[in-house]
């Protein structure tokens, strides 16, 4: 091999060579570079959990001191923020979305809403009627939510008499199902588990019923100051203006 043709030969070899370090280089800086974000990612994640969890405390601690009213919480900040007789602020419990911020460089602000069960509808309560308008506010048609809303009630109620749309221990076993509740409910998720509500209601649905039914006493009384407007629609009958005007005139 002639030497001209030796340098023809290295000279590629040399540029492959120079090509491979350059990619290597080129995937180490990448690689250095990920696990430097993945690693500040971490750093913020950790400091919005202790943002959350502070807040969480300082909030718990503010409900179990500071005064109520029907409707929200008062939040004192303190007897030389404000003067004697000045209305402290207040923090609606119908859900109402507020921003917490510690005041700190770098704290991330955090987002929270409070909700009072009372102000939602009580699957314990064995009302039937608003369980069905309450469906019936999310889209749900009228033969469905009488349907759903009569199982639920044999669902939990501890007799053994089946409502005219509702379903027995017998449709349990016939579906290859658990056999009903029969007893008040500890999480309103549970509805899901009676008959025909897996199959009848969409995810979309399923979660805006979720958000505003409560499974508590059935002592407890409704509370309208802290409902919210698809509440105050099933519970007192009503269309969305009128619920907005209660909404609007309550104090």
């Not at 991330?108 to 509808?121: K, M, N, S, W, Y």
């Not at 939990?156 to 509702?166: H, I, K, S, Y």
């Amino acid at each position: 091999m002639s030497t001209q043709s030796q340098r023809g030969f290295v000279l590629p070899m040399a540029l492959l060579a120079l090509a491979l370090a350059a990619i290597a280089a080129f995937a180490l800086l990448q690689s250095g570079s990920g696990r430097l974000k993945q690693a500040q990612a971490r750093e913020r994640d950790l400091v919005a959990d202790i943002a959350a969890d502070t807040a969480l405390s300082r909030l718990s601690y503010l409900i179990s001191v500071s005064p109520m009213t029907p409707r929200a919480l008062m939040m004192p900040d303190g007897p030389a923020a404000r003067r004697v007789g000045d209305r402290p602020p207040e923090v609606a419990l119908d859900g109402t979305s507020y921003t917490w911020s510690e005041g700190e460089e770098g704290a991330p602000d955090i987002r929270f809403a409070l909700q009072d069960e009372a102000g939602l509808v009580n699957l314990n309560a064995g009302d039937g009627a608003v369980v069905a308008r309450l469906l019936g506010v999310y889209g749900v048609a009228a033969v469905d939510a009488k349907i759903l809303s009569d199982t639920l009630m044999d669902f939990v109620d501890a007799d053994d008499l089946r409502r005219p749309n509702g379903a027995d221990g017998r449709a349990y076993r016939d579906a290859g199902l658990p056999p009903p509740r029969n007893r008040y409910l500890d999480d309103p998720r549970e509805a899901f588990a009676s008959l025909a509500w897996s199959n009848k209601i969409d995810r979309r649905v399923a979660a805006q019923f979720t958000r505003s039914t409560a499974a508590i006493s059935p002592v407890v009384q409704f509370n309208p100051n802290t409902a919210p407007s698809d509440v105050l629609q099933a519970v007192l009958d009503v269309d969305h203006t009128q619920a907005e005007r209660v909404r609007s005139s309550r104090t």
